[in-house]
């Protein structure tokens, strides 16, 4: 380990994940499995979610093409970045109206929109692209555990087929390796051929935070972890369960306290609010705490 992890500085938190290196061979090759929330966890989700910034780009692109579109109300807000007018219809609401924008395309045309995005977009605030925005630690601990026989995956509370059309290319994750909140499908028939259609409806009642991530994660991989990264109370639940494995087990937590290299903020869940902070959780629990500030020599992936 003396070379691994050469973002990792010094310290507690370099020290517990050597030492949790140091006992792998506890571990039977089956079970090695990493699980990672993305948005604050392996990419920058300031100053806003990324796939946000992916849903807004597309509405202006759809009121290019038909300016009717943007006067529906919940694109109006968008559009003005009317904040009173977002906040009473809520999240959920505003977020369902942008989903919307792609239904009847095929999971094809969905992916290459992305792809593009990605391609030619940039963070609103460091004008660098979006690439850029990964956490350069957390790629060298997906490389360590990968280098230990470790399967790694991305759980995410953001949408699986937003995330499986870059994740192969931005951490070597294949799409069938993204967990994620889904959207449904309808097959369509068309002169003896089948293909799928986007809908705007979710699969299930619920997003993929919280909760639900353990239980998705058991219904899509059909592996528990070991290993679990997160960065908020969305996350808690899923380091707990790989904190349960009877043997070896890694719970890191991603602290957000580098105003100057990225941003200072507490983390906290996007769809429901938590009794306590997801520090004083991390405490509580005995997980480990990442400090971008203390702990990270480099915070971005190619800067």
């Not at 705007?200 to 059909?222: D, F, S, T, Y």
Request: hydrophobic share 40%.
């Amino acid at each position: 380990m003396a070379d691994a992890l050469p973002s990792w500085r010094e310290g507690a938190t370099r020290t517990a994940l050597v030492e949790f290196f140091d006992r792998i061979d506890e571990i039977p090759r089956r079970d090695r499995v990493a699980v990672f929330d993305n948005d604050g966890t392996m990419w920058c989700e300031k100053p806003s979610y990324t796939q946000a910034d992916f849903l807004v780009h597309e509405l202006r692109l759809a009121v290019t093409r038909d300016p009717a579109v943007g006067e529906r109300d919940e694109y109006r807000a968008v559009l003005e970045g009317d904040r009173a007018a977002l906040a009473e219809m809520g999240l959920v609401r505003v977020v369902m109206a942008l989903i919307e924008l792609h239904t009847a395309i095929t999971p094809e045309d969905f992916d290459e929109r992305v792809r593009t995005f990605f391609a030619e977009a940039r963070h609103p605030d460091r004008g660098m692209p979006y690439r850029h925005q990964r956490y350069q630690p957390m790629l060298e601990l997906i490389a360590e555990l990968r280098s230990h026989g470790f399967d790694v995956y991305i759980v995410s509370a953001g949408g699986a087929e937003f995330v499986r059309a870059i994740s192969d290319d931005f951490y070597g994750v294949k799409p069938e390796g993204v967990v994620g909140s889904q959207i449904d499908y309808d097959l369509v028939r068309d002169d003896g051929t089948v293909h799928l259609i986007r809908t705007a409806q979710l699969v299930g009642v619920e997003a993929n935070e919280g909760e639900a991530k353990p239980a998705n994660i058991q219904r899509v991989l059909g592996r528990r972890p070991v290993v679990a990264g997160g960065n908020s109370a969305g996350d808690a639940e899923m380091l707990q369960y790989a904190m349960s494995y009877d043997g070896p087990s890694l719970a890191l937590l991603v602290d957000h306290d580098d105003a100057e290299r990225e941003y200072a903020y507490a983390s906290t869940a996007g769809t429901f609010e938590a009794g306590e902070s997801i520090l004083d959780t991390a405490a509580r629990l005995g997980w480990v705490v990442a400090s971008i500030k203390d702990d990270w020599e480099t915070v971005f992936a190619d800067s």
